[in-house]
Every structure is written in C-alpha cells, then in structure tokens.
C-alpha cells in the first residue's frame, strides 16, 4: 500500500466512530450497547475492506472509499431499524442503501485530517494514470454536478447544443470515476449538492476550470471559494439566465 493510501486508510478508520457518535447525538438517536457494537463493526468492516481496496494497484481499485463508507455503515442502519426508529433522514433525502441517511456528503464530514487524506489520494491516484507510458487520450468533457434535475437539465443542454461533452455526477465516487475517464476540462457544481465541497476541491485539484453556483451568495462564500480556485462563484438565477457567460467553451 503507497504512503497516501496508508494515511488516508488510517484517517478514515479513525474517524468514523468519532462521525458517528456525533451523528446519534445530534439526531436523539440513543447510544446504548447495541448501537456501541454496531458502530464497531461497522468500523472494523471499513477497516477491512478498505484495506482490501487500497492494497490494490490504482487501476485495479473498484470502489471510492467512500462508496466503501457507505457500505460499511448498513450494520448501523440495521441496528436504527431494529430499535423501531423509522428510516427518515432528517435533510428529506432517502435511498434504499442509506435509508437514515448516515452516509457523509463529503470526506469532511470525517474531519479535516481525513479529508486532506482523501485529497492527497487523490492526486496521487491521478499521476499515477497520468504518468502511464502510453496514457489514453480521454475527450474533452464538462461535469455538471447538480441538486435539482431542471438545473441539471438545462446546463447538459446547453452544454450539448455546443457539441461539447457533458458528464453528471451525483457522488465523490462518480467525480473520482470522471476525473479518471475522461479529460474534464470545465466543472459546474451546485453548491446545493450534499457532495459540493468535496467535488469542488477534487476538481480543482484535478485542473478543471471550476464554477459554483446557488442561492443567497454572500461575500464571505465566494471569498472563501475562490481562495480553493474556484473560477465563478456566481447565483443560481444568473448562472441558469446566461450560462454561456460563465461556462467556457471547450475547442
């Protein structure tokens, strides 16, 4: 296993205890002795198969760590459900996979030294395809990572219209699966998304030109999304209005 998937290995299982802990408190959920056990399998299976993943050569890995997150935590899902807790998640979201939606958006959620792991994995799994000797040259493409599917809509349109490639990713993995398929070039991301910080930072780390968008942007957001290299930090309205103003073309 290289250094960055040790370290971001280690921050991970490190830190999904303590997320989930905070997680219970915050919703009411009572942490009592089944729950205890619960959130410890859940830990060692993240251990486990994370560990499986990450000793695999970059090309042969399959699975985002935090799809294997993800998985990991059915155990506690199992555990919520048995105590008569209904499955609702709180932010209004379902899916069969997550019903309690216990699923962190982003590697953040896991804290600051768990996502800079996360990242610094990720540029390392990125040169590691880059620096192949005979590299696959990948089309140009924009990724289009949106909340609301009118959003997501209209830009892939508009996007298409110009006879550019358009790509949708709803999750970490499916920017890391994007990134690693094709040449993204241009990035559109709506702050909104339950994954927006952690997409933002993996494209702009992998180069893309990077523009957020949404509701009530104030001075401090868009300092703060800037400082990360964000290019446009611009409000859903005018984004939707006249994209062609903050969308690039590729040529």
Request: a negative charge.
């Amino acid at each position: 296993m290289v250094p960055e998937s040790q370290r971001l290995h280690a921050t991970f299982v490190a830190a999904l205890p303590a997320y989930l802990t905070a997680l219970c408190a915050e919703r009411g959920y009572q942490l009592d002795r089944n729950m205890v056990e619960a959130i410890e399998q859940a830990t060692s299976i993240l251990d486990t198969e994370l560990a499986a993943e990450l000793d695999q050569g970059f090309r042969e890995q399959r699975r985002s760590p935090l799809e294997i997150v993800r998985a990991a935590l059915a155990v506690v899902s199992h555990s919520l459900s048995e105590s008569g807790i209904a499955p609702v998640d709180p932010s209004g979201r379902r899916s069969v996979g997550d019903p309690f939606g216990l699923a962190p958006g982003s590697s953040s959620d896991l804290g600051a030294e768990a996502h800079e792991a996360h990242l610094r994995w990720g540029v390392a799994k990125t040169a590691a395809f880059v620096g192949d000797v005979a590299p696959r040259v990948a089309e140009p493409a924009v990724a289009v990572m949106a909340a609301d599917r009118a959003d997501r809509d209209a830009i892939t349109s508009f996007v298409g219209e110009r006879a550019m490639a358009c790509v949708a990713v709803r999750n970490p993995g499916a920017v890391e699966a994007a990134l690693r398929g094709r040449a993204i070039m241009v990035a559109v991301v709506d702050l909104a998304h339950r994954s927006a910080r952690d997409a933002i930072e993996q494209f702009v780390a992998g180069g893309a030109v990077t523009i957020a968008y949404g509701d009530a942007i104030d001075d401090l957001l868009e300092t703060g999304l800037r400082a990360k290299g964000v290019r446009h930090v611009v409000e859903r309205q005018r984004l939707l209005a006249d994209p062609a103003s903050f969308i690039p073309l590729i040529v």
